[in-house]
């Protein structure tokens, strides 16, 4: 899997670092990455060249670099396997390292810290967090952290840390609002949306599903139509690329006819999330409509709610805001959309992304 190991300045201690070490000191620096070597002789010969460099240990800025330039295709990351740093500190850490954690949970990567030994007086001068530790972790909840009580005899301490990060189960950090949803898109298809308007809700469904990883066991995109009946364009299981993706909301064709959204919502439910409902990505669906719709919305809503699915409803020009806030998942205000002009769907893109990864992060706290 891949894994960083970050190594705050302190007394040499034996060489039992595991993964691709960035050095923290005053300045970080990466020392080598996942694709330079590919046998544990010559990574354990690498890591054995390090050299003691001194200095505070900048721990957070040491993390922020990490994640920031390391984990990336071109430097060896493979796609599905789960990301983790490693940071050894003797002490504490001489700035914050909150913020770097908020990073680290965002791009998905299980931070651990290794504590060794107890901080020396002269550091505590030094410290800004007493309770560092919970705020950089992956979670608090005990398995993120460990500590080693002296430098002298660590080789003991290393298998029980080894146990840990082979537990795949346990690395929940490496799902994220990116890899680990399902968003279905409900359009409307009614006569009054005209083609070159539909081409521009399309146009919105792309944009905001190039944010996602999409994978076969990443997040997943379905698109149903609607006008008084129902078509599903594309379901959860029906492509597992991006590109495909992609090429399959290009080349979905405007149906044209009346608007019964409360039907639409209902089928979505049942034929498009039921056979996900319990599958471990979290559910979304998005509803774009320009107009009133002909029957009940607030009961086939209420039950897609009931069912664990969050709703965002978008409404273009004469959409009833009644109508999508009945739609909506609470709180209304942040699950509504409104735009006068069907090219101003562009500037909601950002926001509903935003919005689904808030929602995500909060189901998981």
């Known amino acids: 899997m891949p894994a960083a190991a970050a190594r705050p300045s302190a007394p040499q201690p034996p060489a039992n670092v595991l993964g691709h070490p960035a050095a923290a000191s005053e300045h970080p620096k990466i020392e080598f990455y996942l694709k330079n070597f590919t046998t544990a ?12 460099r001194g200095g505070n240990s900048n721990t957070g800025k040491a993390l922020k670099h990490t ?4 984990f990336s295709v071109e430097n060896g990351v493979r796609k599905g396997i789960p990301k983790i740093i490693v940071v050894f500190i003797d002490g504490w850490p001489s700035d914050d390292i909150e913020e770097a954690g908020i990073v680290a949970r965002e791009f998905g990567i299980n931070v651990f810290i290794v504590s060794i030994a107890k901080p020396a007086p002269e550091e505590l001068g030094m410290v800004q967090d007493v309770g560092f530790v919970d ?8 398995f993120f952290s460990y500590n080693i009580p002296t430098w ?27 890899n680990s949803v ?24 792309g944009n905001v599903a190039k944010a996602f990883e999409i994978t076969d066991i990443g997040s997943k995109i379905a698109v149903v139509q609607f006008t008084y009946d129902q078509r599903t364009e594309f379901s959860f299981t029906d492509y597992i690329t991006k590109e495909r993706v992609l090429a399959a909301v290009r080349g979905v064709r405007y149906m044209s006819g009346g ?44 039950a897609a709610h009931k069912a664990g699915i969050t709703v965002f409803s978008i409404g273009i020009a004469w959409a009833p805001l009644d109508d999508l806030k009945d739609m909506a998942s609470e709180p209304k205000e942040t699950h509504t959309f ?16 935003r919005a689904v990864c808030r929602d995500f992060l909060d189901s998981n706290q």
């Open 152 to 178: 002298f005899g660590t080789t003991k301490y290393v298998k029980p840390l080894i146990q840990k990060l082979c537990a795949h189960e346990q690395m929940l950090c490496s799902k994220t609002c990116y």
């Open 135 to 142: 705020k950089a972790v992956c979670r608090s909840n005990g």
């Open 41 to 52: 002789k010559d990574a354990l010969f690498a890591i054995k060249e390090i050299g003691f």
């Open 182 to 205: 399902n968003i279905a898109f409900l359009i409307d298809g009614s006569s009054s949306v005209g083609d070159s308007n539909f081409r521009l809700m399309l146009e919105f469904i």
């Open 259 to 302: 608007t019964a959204t409360g039907e639409a919502i209902t089928y979505t439910t049942r034929n498009v999330f039921g056979p996900v409902r319990n599958g471990p990505n979290k559910n979304f669906l998005v509803i774009l409509t320009d107009g009133q719709s002909y029957d009940d919305v607030r009961g086939p809503a209420a």
């Open 338 to 353: 409104f735009s006068r002009e069907f090219t101003g769907l562009e500037q909601i893109v950002p926001d509903i992304i």
């Open 67 to 70: 994640i920031q330039r390391f």
